[in-house]
């Protein structure tokens, strides 16, 4: 389904009035405090976030799954959706495949469309943690980690492959996350396991062209419960460094124990330049793979305050690739990828008030109050006048959530794609 640019204009003159009220109020407000407003509003268009191919569906949990009805059940459907939500958004403009739940069979078809929609292929991610029907290996105790060589072997040629298929869609990275680990005490010898991973992303590297880049995820835990090959960002820093110079630490906000500081992580990783990808979701506990901004919305607010001074502060640091990795199980899944970009646009254009010159001097003056004033004084900030405003000039929904409602997009994709049809993924 196609956004009908006549009708969400219509929907956007019903919030008009209040809208250019509120935004003139907060621009008014932040110009008095010294803010110039276009510069926000700029980087908050440019600020485009990926979706993964694998989140417009239902999720689900080891209990079971609960299918969400019209979801996308070709590659060609998942793109429209990600192209409506970018309509609506103006903020989804990428789509990050995983292989191989999402193999593209006709190549120029699926760029032609992903063009149409004016989105592009960021990262491609391989999966070497689940069997694939027709593989001679298993994963079962583990793959790049494996202590035998052809299980070695056969992970390294999927991520080849999956190289391969992101060379001819356009992407300029790869994504490896790893499942390997243990589950129990004994069960591997750890050196060994990390060695072998080690030599494993050597070999994926070489295969990498020129522009590329590698992202090493790292996750404390799960699916073993008892140690992961790679678990945390010190493991992914080190093996990016011996990789080498195109392999980057990928950050996902809940692959962390609890009350983990991922605000320090994000700025230590970007002080050295090998902060490369970012995926967003929110978590109470674990991996929860929640709404952005749903359970700790400061949290991130701090983590993007690091983002924003790395991004200003650190040349030596690439541009991340960021991406929602999020899990919808009960859900709407657009609706609740809305939300999450929402949060995450919300979560920068605080950070982007923080003012940083007065915060560098209160901290030289050790004025401990001063500081946390200038942090919340931004936090506390109403701007979702300015995410609309920013919308709204690339022809973007006012208000998305009740756009989609009021277009009735998913009872339109419920008609076109039926109740029973099933996305693949998790
Ligand atoms: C993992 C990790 C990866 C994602 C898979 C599906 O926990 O977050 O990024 O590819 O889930
Ligand atoms: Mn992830
Ligand atoms: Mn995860």
């Known amino acids: 389904m196609r956004i009908d640019k006549g009708q969400l204009n219509e929907i956007n003159q019903k919030d008009m009035a209040e809208h250019t009220a509120r935004f003139d109020f907060l621009s008014n407000g932040l110009m008095k405090k010294g803010h110039g407003v276009e510069p926000i509003l700029d980087k908050l268009s440019n600020f485009q976030v990926a979706i993964p191919s694998w989140a417009l569906g239902a999720g ?25 939500l970018h309509a609506l958004t103006q903020t989804a403009g990428a789509i ?20 149409s929609h004016n989105l592009v292929f960021d990262a491609v991610n391989s999966n070497t943690f689940q069997d694939q029907g027709n593989a001679k290996e298993s994963y079962r105790f583990g793959s790049l980690s494996n202590m035998g060589k052809a299980v070695r072997e056969q992970a390294i040629e999927h991520n080849i492959n999956v190289i391969k298929i992101g060379e001819k869609l356009g992407s300029k990275s790869l994504t490896v996350w790893l499942a390997d680990g243990a589950s129990f005490p004994g069960q591997t010898n750890f050196q060994t396991a990390l060695r072998n991973t080690q030599d494993s992303l050597k070999d994926i590297y070489r295969a990498l062209p020129d522009e590329w880049k590698l992202f090493i995820e790292y996750k404390p835990y799960e699916p073993n419960f008892y140690s992961t090959v790679i678990q945390d960002w010190g493991t992914s820093l080190m093996l990016a460094n011996e990789c080498g110079e195109k392999a980057y630490t990928l950050v996902d906000l809940g692959h962390h ?7 320090q992580i994000v700025s230590t990783l970007m002080l050295k330049g090998k902060l490369g990808g970012f995926h967003f979701n929110d978590s109470k506990y674990g991996d929860d793979d929640l709404t952005v901004g749903s359970v700790r919305p400061y949290s ?6 690091a983002l924003v001074y790395g991004m200003e502060n650190n040349p030596q640091n690439p541009y991340p690739a960021w991406m929602i990795d999020a899990s919808h199980n009960i859900k709407d899944p657009l609706e609740d990828l809305i939300q999450s970009l929402e949060a995450i646009q919300e979560a920068y254009a605080k950070a982007l008030l923080v003012d940083q010159r007065l915060l560098t001097e209160a901290q030289q003056d050790h004025d401990v109050a001063k500081c946390q004033e200038i ?23 006012v208000d998305p959530i009740n756009a989609y409602r ?3 997009v998913r009872e339109n994709l419920i008609r076109e794609r039926g109740a029973d049809s099933v996305a693949s993924g998790l």
Do not use: C
């Open 375 to 397: 942090l919340q004084d931004a936090y506390r900030t109403d701007v979702r006048p300015l995410l609309e405003k920013a919308r709204l000039d690339r022809g973007g929904a």
């Open 300 to 305: 991130l607010f701090l983590i993007f305050n």
């Open 257 to 263: 124990l609890p009350n983990t500081n991922i605000e």
């Open 96 to 115: 990050s495949l995983h292989i191989p739940w999402d193999v593209p069979k006709d190549y120029e078809g699926i760029k032609g469309l992903a063009a």
């Open 406 to 408: 009021s277009l009735k």
């Open 60 to 84: 689900g949990t080891r209990f079971g799954r609960f299918g969400f009805q019209g979801e996308p059940s070709s590659l060609e459907q998942k793109i429209d959706d990600v192209g409506m």
